[in-house]
């Protein structure tokens, strides 16, 4: 088990990598955009301090070390994400290597309600982000970056020795 977790983080640690990268590429190419680093980070420096959610993230004060914050947290939950994946195939009996159990953990509600249903709100952005700064194309970018996500994770579970 400590191998199939370390293991996890391994592809947890590239799917989000591949998941940056790609993020960006699209950015460059106006596919994407989404919301900002420093929101994020300044989100979770904010639930450190009692303070959940904001009537709009964007009016809150800027907080020291927003980007290192949100890059840690950024990192930290792909990480947790994949090791869930790699030990729950391990669980049902699924080939973790397989690319549409990839693509739909990635794409799917095990990474996408995080965004949708509780960041997103908690910026103040409602539901899917229907009430944020329109010109993000939150809810687009949300799903394209996690389907990006899912393609890291197989592609690093194709590349991984596994068992």
């Given at each position: 088990?400590?191998?199939?977790?370390?293991?996890?983080?391994?592809?947890?640690?590239?799917a989000?990598?591949?998941?940056?990268?790609l993020?960006?590429?699209?950015?460059?190419?106006?596919?994407?955009?989404?919301?900002?680093?420093t929101w994020?980070?300044?989100?979770y420096?904010?639930?450190a301090?009692?303070?959940?959610?904001?009537?709009?993230?964007a009016?809150?004060?800027?907080?020291?070390?927003e980007?290192?914050?949100?890059?840690?947290?950024?990192?930290?939950?792909?990480?947790?994400?994949?090791?869930?994946?790699?030990v729950?195939?391990?669980?049902l009996?699924?080939?973790?290597?397989?690319v549409?159990?990839?693509?739909?953990?990635?794409?799917?509600?095990?990474t996408?309600?995080?965004?949708?249903?509780l960041?997103?709100?908690?910026?103040g952005?409602?539901?899917?982000?229907?009430?944020?700064?329109?010109?993000?194309?939150?809810?687009?970018?949300?799903l394209?970056?996690?389907?990006?996500?899912?393609?890291?994770?197989?592609?690093?579970?194709?590349?991984?020795?596994?068992?």
């Amino acid at each position: 088990m400590l191998e199939t977790m370390a293991l996890g983080a391994a592809v947890g640690i590239a799917a989000t990598i591949t998941m940056d990268v790609l993020a960006s590429l699209s950015r460059r190419f106006g596919i994407i955009v989404g919301a900002k680093g420093t929101w994020v980070g300044r989100w979770y420096l904010g639930m450190a301090r009692g303070r959940f959610a904001h009537a709009n993230i964007a009016d809150a004060p800027e907080l020291p070390g927003e980007i290192r914050i949100a890059m840690f947290g950024h990192y930290l939950i792909g990480t947790l994400l994949a090791v869930l994946y790699v030990v729950g195939t391990d669980w049902l009996g699924v080939a973790p290597d397989g690319v549409l159990p990839a693509l739909g953990f990635g794409f799917g509600i095990a990474t996408c309600v995080f965004p949708l249903f509780l960041m997103y709100p908690c910026f103040g952005f409602g539901f899917f982000g229907v009430r944020g700064p329109s010109e993000l194309r939150l809810f687009t970018t949300s799903l394209v970056n996690h389907l990006y996500y899912g393609f890291g994770i197989w592609w690093a579970v194709t590349l991984l020795p596994f068992p």
